[in-house]
DNA sequence: AACCAGGACGTGA
DNA sequence: TCACGTCATGGT
């Protein structure tokens, strides 16, 4: 992290506890969340933890997940279907994509079922979560290059060089689906993070996740934990501007 | 009835 | 580098 201004309030005590003391409290008030979650477990009847704005589909303090390499690709089509866009609308997407596969006999939610659609079916299937006209065009170069993957463990610079694959999707990408500690920076941990004054408004993607990851141990669980429990914290108290000031719970323990 | 949602990309300064 | 327009549906 670029040594600046940024964190002079907590000089004398230091970035390193305040982020675990955030994570600490995050944990203690809401719980595991259960991320990410899988279509299938929500057909299943899974768990559904009261979690705002979702369905089902989590699976709160199990860190197994994916399973098979058919959730894994769920994952990661999921993370680009969510962009700029609420996690219901992409679970009806894929729930549709599903109906849409089973129609077809095939039974399995894989690259090559995905291929094997053509454009205008896949983008109806996905219109519910926006921009359909990219995201299927994207959707297919993922499942290109998933299924040309094999066994092996990207890099972040390989799913970086995939159009439509940001920051933000390539690390979820790795942290969920393929289970490499890569914290996660949204748009809510930095609205969090600039907020309690940890950074200032124009710091890059890229400071913001070294401030978590140097400030932490190198741990899969506690990182994908860490960044759904912002989430859901972001979803009480920044969703508005007005009410940001009412998270004193975080502002209280700094 | 604006505004927002678990962003990314292309463009021109 | 970086600010800005664009992509688009659906919920609140």
Redesign the pocket.
């Known amino acids: 992290m670029k040594k600046s201004a940024q964190n002079l309030s907590y000089e004398r005590t230091g970035t390193r506890p305040v982020i675990r003391k955030i994570y600490d409290c995050l944990l203690d008030s809401y719980g595991p969340q259960g991320?990410?979650?899988l279509t299938e477990l929500c057909e299943a009847g899974g768990t559904n933890p009261t979690?705002?704005?979702?369905v089902q589909g989590?699976h709160p303090a199990d860190y197994t997940y994916p399973q098979t390499r058919s959730q894994q690709f769920e994952?990661i089509c999921?993370?680009?279907l969510?962009?700029?866009?609420?996690?219901?609308?992409?679970e009806?997407a894929l729930l549709n994509l599903k109906d849409l596969l089973s129609l077809k006999k095939i039974h399995s939610f894989s690259p090559e079922a995905i291929l094997s659609l053509d454009p205008e079916t896949l983008?109806k299937a996905i219109?519910?979560?926006?921009?359909?006209?990219?995201?299927?065009m994207?959707l297919k170069t993922l499942a290109c290059w998933f299924s040309e993957l094999g066994d092996q463990i990207p890099a972040r610079a390989e799913l970086?060089s995939?159009?439509?694959?940001?920051?933000?999707?390539?690390?979820?990408i790795l942290l969920?689906a393929f289970k490499q500690p890569s914290f996660?920076v949204?748009?809510?941990t930095k609205?969090i993070v600039t907020n309690l004054d940890l950074v200032d408004e124009?710091t890059?993607?890229n400071e913001i996740k070294a401030m978590f990851e140097e400030n932490l141990p190198e741990d899969l669980d506690v990182y994908q934990e860490y960044?759904?429990l912002l989430?859901e914290h972001?979803?009480k108290y920044?969703?508005?501007?007005s009410i940001r000031d009412n998270d004193v719970m975080l502002k209280d323990i700094l």
Not at 82 to 87: A, H, I, K, L, P
Not at 129 to 134: R, S, V
């Open positions: 991320w990410w979650p979690k705002t704005g979702s989590y994952i999921g993370a680009l969510t962009q700029n866009t609420s996690w219901i609308q992409v009806k983008k219109r519910p979560a926006g921009y359909y006209n990219q995201k299927a994207r970086l995939l159009k439509g694959v940001g920051p933000e999707t390539a690390d979820s969920y996660v949204d748009a809510y609205r124009k890059s993607y960044h759904a989430v972001a979803k920044y969703q508005k501007k």
